[in-house]
């Protein structure tokens, strides 16, 4: 769904989960205005275990 450039790798550095994942949680909370534990429950349902505490940060 998102393609990454290696120039943009260098923002996600430091994070534990993908890059992939986190533009995917940002442009459905951007979009379609969840709360943390919408997305949290999405996320569970496609399989990334994340807590919404983790998702504020």
């Known amino acids: 769904m998102f393609s990454i450039t290696w120039r943009l790798l260098l923002y996600f550095k430091g994070f534990c989960s993908s890059p992939e ?3 995917l949680f940002v442009y459905m ?3 379609f205005s969840l709360s943390y534990r919408d997305l949290e429950e999405m996320m569970h349902i496609r399989g990334a275990k994340i ?4 998702l504020q940060r």
């Open 51 to 54: 807590d919404h505490s983790t």
């Open 21 to 23: 994942l986190i533009l």
């Open 29 to 31: 909370k951007c979009r």
